[in-house]
């Protein structure tokens, strides 16, 4: 995963909120292993023990490094959702989701 790309737009289904607005998607080759992480704003807003809110630079990094060993797309998910339960010392707040696709191409 090289980045959060699209951070900073519309959430998805918004767009036609805006008079005048069209969402448009532009085509990205996909090469295998790519991966796409959907979540709800429950996950960027969940607070750590501090109380600080998490954010999406801090989930970012949360990202980066789950994904960071390798391994295929459930695993990494894994490992990020212990990370942000761990966070919140195992008690979500908020309504939190997570998705992620991972292309793998037919042998």
Do not use: F, I, N
């Given at each position: 995963?090289?980045?959060?790309?699209?951070a900073g737009r519309p959430e998805s289904g918004q767009g036609?909120?805006?008079?005048g607005r069209h969402r448009r998607f532009?085509?990205?080759?996909r090469r295998p292993g790519d991966r796409v992480l959907m979540y709800t704003?429950?996950?960027?807003?969940?607070?750590?023990?501090?109380a600080?809110?998490?954010g999406l630079e801090r989930f970012a990094d949360y990202v980066i490094r789950a994904t960071a060993g390798g391994e295929l797309a459930p695993e990494s998910l894994r490992r990020l959702i212990h990370s942000i339960?761990?966070?919140?010392?195992?008690?979500l707040r908020d309504d939190a989701t997570l998705l992620m696709f991972e292309?793998?191409?037919?042998?």
């Open positions: 995963m090289g980045g959060l790309r699209g036609h909120r805006r008079p532009a085509p990205s080759p704003d429950g996950v960027v807003e969940a607070r750590t023990r501090e600080k809110l998490l339960l761990a966070m919140q010392e195992g008690r292309w793998r191409p037919p042998s």
